[in-house]
């Protein structure tokens, strides 16, 4: 797909020297950035998703179901 972008100068000048150093094309800067982005906000919506199905009662019951004992030496 070809997408006909307008920047800002400023951020087209950032985008091309980041690119630049990075060693990589602006375009596979641009799609990662995408991809990055829509990761992000698809996870957001999910979480948000799973969190309002769940029930707080239930999960106190389930943590009360937890023996109660000192963190491991890894978790502190």
Not at 14 to 40: D, V, Y
Not at 53 to 71: D, F, P
């Amino acid at each position: 797909m070809n997408v006909a972008l307008r920047l800002p100068d400023s951020l087209g000048m950032s985008l091309k020297e980041f690119s630049k150093h990075e060693n990589i094309s602006m375009n596979q800067f641009i799609a990662t950035a995408i991809a990055e982005k829509l990761s992000s906000l698809k996870t957001y919506d999910y979480l948000k998703e799973r969190s309002d199905e769940g029930n707080a009662k239930h999960l106190l019951s389930m943590l009360n179901k937890v023996a109660e004992r000192e963190a491991d030496k890894f978790d502190r």
